[in-house]
C-alpha cells in the first residue's frame, strides 16, 4: 500500500484505528497551556526554562511522539528558487494559472483537492493522495504557517515516494518551530505548537500516562490532565523530571 511508504505512516495508521471522539477529547489543544509553554522559550540558550532545568526540543521528540520517520538529508526551512513539482502542478493546475505568482498551499485546499482525488479512478490516484494526505497533516499539525498554510517547495520532497523517507522531515518539523520562536516576540507563532504540551507531558513528572505502553507517543497522552495541572501549578515552580531513553519503535504490522 503507498501510504504505508510515506514518513507519517504510524501517526496517521494510530489516528486511523483510534476511536476519533475519544482522541479528539484527549489531545484537546489547550491555548493557555501552550502559551505558557512558548513564554518559557530561552531564545539566548534556545532552550525552555522548566523550574530550575532548561530542556531543549529535539528531532527524537518528534520522532517518538507523533512517529514520524525519515532520513539525515535536509529539507530547508525556505527555498527562495525552485521548480513547482509535476505532481503538484497536476494537481493544482487552476490555482497556479490564476495566482500567475508564488502559490501558498492553504490547509483547506489541499483537503479539497485530497476529497477529490479520492473519487477519481486514474493511475495517479494512490499516489496523488498519499503525497496530499503527507501535505495535509503538514499544513494542519506539523509544520503550518501562521494562515494554516505551507510552501510548495517541500512538495518537491514528495515527487519519487521511495526517496520521501530520506529526507529529515523531523528536523524540519524542529526547525521551523525553533525559527519561529526565536523571531517573535509575541505568543502567536506558526509550526508545530501542538507538539509543545506532549513534549511537556514527556519530559515532567506533571502527569501520569493513560496508556504506558502508546505508539506514536501522543496516544500515551491525555492533555485534559495537563490542562488541570497548568491551572494550579507554573512551569517555574517545576522540577523537571527527564524520561529516560527509549529506542523507538516500529509498526509490527
Not at 23 to 50: A, P
Not at 184 to 195: A, E, P, R
Not at 217 to 231: A, G, P, S, T, Y
Request: charge should be positive.
Amino acid at each position: 500500500m503507498t501510504i504505508r511508504r510515506m514518513p507519517f505512516w504510524l501517526m496517521f495508521n494510530a489516528i486511523y484505528e483510534s476511536n476519533k471522539n475519544k482522541l479528539m477529547k484527549r489531545c484537546w489543544k489547550y491555548e493557555d497551556n501552550i502559551r505558557e509553554i512558548i513564554l518559557s522559550f530561552d531564545r539566548d540558550v534556545e532552550r525552555f526554562v522548566v523550574g530550575r532545568e532548561l530542556i531543549s526540543l529535539k528531532c527524537r521528540d518528534v520522532q517518538l511522539i507523533f512517529g514520524l520517520c525519515g532520513g539525515d538529508i535536509d529539507i530547508p526551512l525556505k527555498s527562495v528558487e525552485y521548480e513547482i513539482s509535476p505532481w503538484i502542478r497536476r494537481c493544482f493546475r487552476r490555482k497556479i494559472d490564476t495566482l500567475k505568482s508564488k502559490l501558498i498551499l492553504y490547509k483547506n485546499v489541499i483537503y479539497k483537492k485530497l476529497s477529490e482525488v479520492l473519487s477519481m479512478s486514474d493511475g495517479t490516484r494512490i499516489v496523488d493522495a498519499a503525497r496530499l494526505t503527507h501535505l495535509y497533516l503538514m499544513a494542519a499539525v506539523l509544520a503550518p504557517n501562521q494562515n494554516a498554510s505551507i510552501s510548495p517547495h517541500l512538495a518537491v520532497y514528495l515527487e519519487k515516494l521511495d526517496d520521501a523517507c530520506r529526507y529529515d522531515w523531523c528536523g524540519y518539523i524542529v526547525n521551523m518551530l525553533l525559527n519561529q520562536l526565536k523571531s517573535t516576540k509575541n505568543t502567536k507563532v506558526g509550526g508545530c505548537t501542538i507538539l509543545l504540551p506532549f513534549w511537556l507531558c514527556e519530559h515532567t513528572n506533571l502527569v501520569r500516562p493513560v496508556n504506558e505502553v502508546g505508539f506514536p507517543r501522543f496516544l500515551k497522552w491525555d492533555l485534559n490532565d495537563l490542562e488541570k495541572q497548568h491551572k494550579l501549578l507554573k512551569l517555574t515552580d517545576l522540577e523537571a523530571k527527564f524520561v529516560g531513553p527509549l529506542k523507538l519503535k516500529t509498526s509490527t504490522r
